[in-house]
Antibody
Framework: EVQLLESGGGLEQPGGSLRLSCAASGFTFSSHVINWVRQAPGKGLEWVSAISGSGGSIYYADSVKGRFTISRDNSKNTVYLEMNSLRAEDTAVYYC????????????WGQGTTVTVSS | DIQMTQSPSTLSASVGDRVTITCRAS??????LAWYQQNPGKAPKLLIYEASSLESGVPSRFSGSRSGTEFTLTISSLQPDDFATYYCQQYDSYSLTFGQGTKLEIK
């Protein structure tokens, strides 16, 4: 079964850091772009970051550029999102999602992990 | 960044109705558009990719079309499971962007 499983969410103070993980199974991990998409409480979907299969191409939304870092370890079938200088507006459910093929829509999503930034 | 303007934000309809949701891109994105369905507390589900291609396993009552920079998602005959929130998303270029969402409610 094709599956993505996020972990690492929690409560963090403003200015703090968290590292999210997205563990994949059931597909050729190194062949697919993985995205992070977040959803603030009661709000719509916001794309956060993406990393190519090799890790050689990386993209960020302007709202997180310079604060968040995406990476992947293809030997562990895992993508990471290192989040620094957290702000209240980063509070959201964070989903990882796999590209269908060559950036053709996101066809597999994890269940999400909740990040709350509050003092 | 490419802006995606989705309408309406809320749509009230009945089981059996035909409904259409529209998404307009701020610039040409060719057919690089996807539609998703999201139920409360759940992850989004891919319905349509490349503007009009139906994802495997998605019922054929869902369809997508494109006219220039305007895209539509049509549900031909609403079923009870279809009452959810729908999002469009462009993948022509990074930053990827989603529409604001359309909540489909039972009338």
């Amino acid at each position: 079964e094709v599956q993505l499983l996020e972990s690492g969410g929690g409560l963090e103070q403003p200015g703090g850091s968290l590292r999210l993980s997205c563990a994949a199974s059931g597909f050729t991990f190194s062949s697919h772009v993985i995205n992070w998409v977040r959803q603030a409480p009661g709000k719509g979907l916001e794309w956060v970051s993406a990393i190519s299969g090799s890790g050689g191409s990386i993209y960020y939304a302007d709202s997180v550029k310079g604060r968040f870092t995406i990476s992947r370890d293809n030997s562990k079938n895992t993508v990471y999102l290192e989040m620094n200088s957290l702000r209240a507006e980063d509070t959201a459910v964070y989903y990882c999602a796999k590209d269908r093929s060559s950036g053709d829509g996101m066809d597999v999503w994890g269940q999400g992990t909740t990040v709350t930034v509050s003092s | 960044d490419i802006q995606m303007t989705q309408s309406p934000s809320t749509l009230s309809a009945s089981v059996g109705d035909r409904v259409t949701i529209t998404c307009r891109a701020s610039q040409n994105i060719n057919s690089w558009l996807a539609w998703y369905q999201q139920n409360p507390g759940k992850a989004p589900k891919l319905l349509i990719y490349e503007a009009s291609s139906l994802e495997s396993g998605v019922p054929s009552r869902f369809s997508g079309s494109r006219s220039g920079t305007e895209f539509t998602l049509t549900i031909s005959s609403l079923q009870p499971d279809d009452f959810a929130t729908y999002y469009c998303q462009q993948y022509d270029s990074y930053s990827l962007t989603f529409g604001q969402g359309t909540k489909l409610e039972i009338k």
